[in-house]
């Protein structure tokens, strides 16, 4: 039996306060709305009972953000994507910001377990004046463990319509993405974190966010793994490759509470969810 479930979230604006208002389909729902630095930014964690995807589920996600509201939205666990011969599963959201609006979208990893056949799909659209930050992890079975990711396929799609698309599959039988130094390099955990904007960012504003991204870079063990480039006037980007993901997870959380202080003038407020 295949689960489906779907989730719309709307983040409004009310005096000084973001409220988050959302409806749900099926086994996936939104914590209580926390506020740990102020009324301004509405934390939420979203949350999927079942904790995994075979073939045929799909979670479906749809976000809006109002003029002048600020939402950040995370996961207490991995999104896992096990083996299946049932067909395809597909994780994806599509959410659109008005102007002024603000959106952290920051799932744990995706983990594409040996035998999956995944999607992971984001779209997201931003009204001039509209910012947001958002991350996509994906760890390629679990090496720690043993359970390398041997059969199987993952998909991944991350699109900011008119400006950036970046589309991938990663097949498990194909070496030569896997395995040579033009691909993985043997690396079983890509990251990407992506800081996005509805107009195009001032050249001396994405300088001083590339800056401290690379001085955060140079400090990290990845450093020989992972680069930021601003491939579009209204995109700013930070790759890597890691062994597994604790590194990459922890050198995300450092750029991402540092382009929040250089951005938007805002701490690095960890949701709480992040320290179960």
């Known amino acids: 039996m295949s689960w489906l479930a779907s989730l719309q979230l709307d983040y409004t604006r009310e005096s000084d306060r973001s409220v988050a208002r959302y409806l749900h389909n099926g086994p996936l729902r939104v914590l209580q709305s926390l506020y740990p630095e102020g009324d301004a930014v509405c934390h939420n964690v979203l949350v999927h009972p079942p904790s995994g995807l075979v073939g045929g589920d799909t979670l479906d996600m749809h976000v809006t953000v109002?003029?002048?509201?600020?939402?950040?939205?995370?996961?207490?666990?991995?999104?896992?994507?096990?083996r299946s011969e049932a067909g395809l599963a597909?994780?994806?959201?599509?959410?659109?910001?008005?102007?002024?609006?603000?959106?952290?979208?920051?799932?744990?990893?995706?983990?594409?377990?040996?035998?999956?056949?995944?999607?992971?799909?984001?779209?997201?659209?931003?009204?001039?004046?509209?910012?947001?930050?958002?991350?996509?992890?994906?760890?390629?079975?679990?090496?720690?463990?043993?359970?390398?990711?041997?059969?199987?396929?993952?998909?991944?799609?991350?699109?900011?319509?008119?400006?950036?698309?970046?589309?991938?599959?990663?097949?498990?039988?194909?070496?030569?993405?896997?395995?040579?130094?033009?691909g993985l390099a043997g690396q079983r955990c890509m990251a990407t974190l992506v800081f996005a904007t509805g107009s195009a960012i001032a050249g001396e504003r994405s300088e001083r966010a590339l800056a401290c991204a690379r001085d955060l870079l140079e400090a990290s063990e990845l450093r020989l793994s992972a680069g930021a480039t601003s491939p579009h006037q209204q995109?700013?980007?930070?790759?890597?490759?890691?062994?597994?993901?604790?590194?990459?997870?922890?050198?995300?959380?450092?750029?991402?509470a540092a382009w929040r202080h250089e951005m938007w003038g805002l701490p690095g407020a960890v949701p709480r969810s992040w320290h179960l």
Do not use: K
């Open 235 to 256: 995109v700013i980007v930070l790759r890597m490759l890691s062994p597994v993901t604790e590194p990459a997870m922890q050198l995300l959380r450092q750029v991402w």
């Open 66 to 82: 109002g003029e002048g509201a600020h939402g950040l939205v995370t996961t207490p666990g991995a999104t896992r994507f096990y």
């Open 90 to 182: 597909t994780q994806q959201v599509h959410a659109r910001l008005a102007s002024g609006a603000r959106l952290e979208w920051l799932p744990l990893e995706a983990i594409a377990y040996n035998g999956c056949d995944g999607l992971n799909r984001a779209v997201f659209e931003l009204s001039p004046g509209a910012e947001m930050m958002t991350w996509d992890i994906t760890a390629l079975g679990l090496p720690a463990a043993d359970l390398p990711f041997a059969q199987g396929t993952f998909r991944q799609h991350m699109e900011i319509p008119g400006v950036w698309l970046e589309r991938g599959t990663i097949s498990a039988t194909d070496t030569r993405l896997m395995d040579s130094p033009l």
